[in-house]
């Protein structure tokens, strides 16, 4: 009896385990994708972008799809790179949270503007929190 309660312990930990992961994963995977698009964003005479910094725990939904409607106004340095850039700019815009019940007073209108290299910081930072 006492071995089945702990393989079903065991199996239940470990089940859980793997559901977890491949979410981390998926968010390791931005970061990288983030830091590739730091390299070829171009900063100099770009749009300035609304920047999230340490939004509050209920607003992170709201700093996220921030981020990521803002990405559509980054442009590369070189205009050769458009397609490789675009498709990562893609993949910021997969969805990444779920949405959640707590109301949050900011709006993306509410925060900062920064240069392109900056946003991008503060999108790796906020994932980053996020992984936590």
């Keep these: 009896m006492e071995r089945r309660i702990i393989f079903c312990m065991l199996f239940f930990s470990s089940s859980m385990l793997l559901t977890a992961t491949p979410q981390k994963l998926k968010y390791r995977q931005i970061i990288k994708t983030i830091e590739r698009l730091e390299i070829a964003v171009k900063n100099e005479d770009a749009e300035l972008?609304?920047?999230?910094?340490?939004?509050?725990?209920?607003?992170?939904?709201?700093?996220m799809t921030c981020f990521q409607n803002e990405t559509w106004k980054l442009?590369?340095?070189?205009?050769?790179?458009?397609?490789?850039?675009f498709k990562q700019v893609k993949i910021l815009r997969s969805p990444l949270l779920r949405s959640s019940d707590t109301p949050c007073e900011s709006s993306c209108e509410s925060y900062e503007k920064k240069g392109p290299k900056d946003f991008l910081k503060g999108f790796a930072k906020l994932m980053k929190q996020v992984i936590r």
């Design 75 to 85: 442009q590369p340095k070189i205009s050769q790179e458009n397609s490789t850039f």
């Design 49 to 63: 972008l609304h920047t999230p910094e340490n939004p509050e725990d209920g607003c992170l939904l709201t700093a």
